[in-house]
């Protein structure tokens, strides 16, 4: 509809006819300045408002809508086409416009929660380095929340401390600990790889001897998978695969020592080398001791194929750790990385595991 041409038509038969713009709006019940508004074409007439002026005038509603008299019936038709037409085509418009936004909003919302949740969930499990002490935990990081849980499998406890460098977390008179933090409580989860790297349980027998292990974090899983595939049911036909995590290599139950926990120890080379599998944890662990410097490295199978690696290089007289990695086994980019864990791999873990 030409706006325009409309306000110069309603004029002109208004004038045509007679009457004033106050007369016309008392006949509307509307004010005079709608009708100077409809005539200087900044506003436009409802359909019913156009219904009542064709009413008054006694011209039809096509004319008005048209903005011109018209009494042929053909050109009636195609005038009430043309301006259905156009109410569609506005209507599509704000649809479209309307459906856009929406799509908009969706998309911004997804990918504000996929920058916020993507990879930021990680399960470790918990173990502590070869001072002989048996730990076993779980670790879970997310970004609003941590949880942590350990404990120790030794006897007569008194006190059991867990440290983040030297600032202590808990403290308890049993032998786990369990602890719980909400993002922005403090400072303890502020860098996940710091806080995994800086674990240290101080722990006070009954006899009031001493001894502190290192806390080792193994990642188990990370939500970086964007789909998961569906897992078997627990069934008399799957149970093998249930009881995967408490499988022992043949060459290891021969070969190796087990203990009253069920995990088992090779010693080798006069004590200088310690091979040991914990079986609950499914690691592999290699501890070789060469003058002052101790090299520890730990293969980690992950039942949701996460395998991964830890080594470490401490010199025990100057009580300085010298060099460290961690990686997933299928994530080794550095040539250093690869010429260790190639030759722990080949000469310790694959002679006993495949």
């Not at 007369?23 to 409802?46: C, F, M």
């Not at 070869?130 to 350990?150: A, R």
């Amino acid at each position: 509809m030409d706006r325009e041409k409309i306000s110069k038509f309603l004029k002109e038969i208004r004038e045509k006819n007679g009457l004033s713009q106050e007369e016309l709006a008392d006949k509307l019940y509307v004010t005079r300045q709608a009708i100077s508004a409809w005539e200087s074409g900044k506003n436009y007439p409802h359909l019913e408002t156009l219904n009542q002026i064709s009413k008054i005038f006694n011209i039809s509603l096509i004319s008005l809508i048209s903005g011109e008299e018209v009494n042929d019936k053909e050109k009636e038709n195609e005038i009430i086409y043309t301006t259905i037409k156009k109410e569609q085509n506005k209507t599509k418009k704000v649809l479209i416009t309307f459906i856009t936004i929406i799509v908009l909003l969706l998309l911004t919302f997804f990918v504000y929660y996929f920058i916020n949740t993507y990879r930021r969930t990680s399960i470790y499990r918990i173990t502590a380095d070869e001072t002989g002490v048996i730990v076993s935990g779980i670790f879970i990081n997310t970004k609003s929340q941590n949880y942590l849980n350990l404990s120790i499998k030794e006897k007569d406890i008194k006190e059991l401390s867990l440290y983040y460098k030297d600032k202590l977390i808990d403290g308890v008179d049993s032998n786990s600990i369990t602890f719980q933090e909400s993002y922005g409580y403090n400072e303890y989860y502020s860098y996940e790889k710091d806080f995994t790297d800086n674990l240290t349980l101080k722990i006070v027998y009954k006899d009031d001897t001493l001894q502190d292990a290192k806390i080792r974090l193994t990642k188990d899983f990370e939500n970086k998978e964007l789909f998961f595939k569906k897992t078997e049911s627990i069934s008399e036909e799957n149970s093998e695969s249930w009881e995967y995590n408490k499988v022992v290599p043949e060459k290891i139950k021969k070969e190796f020592k087990e203990n009253e926990y069920g995990n088992y120890s090779l010693i080798l080379n006069k004590g200088k080398v310690i091979l040991s599998y914990i079986t609950d944890a499914q690691e592999f662990t290699v501890s070789i001791q060469e003058n002052n410097i101790r090299k520890d490295f730990d293969y980690a199978i992950s039942s949701y194929g996460y395998n991964s690696f830890w080594y470490s290089e401490y010199d025990t007289e100057a009580k300085k750790e010298l060099y460290k990695f961690s990686s997933y086994e299928d994530d080794i980019n550095d040539e250093k990385i690869k010429k260790i864990t190639d030759y722990y791999m080949d000469n310790y873990v694959n002679k006993y595991i495949n």
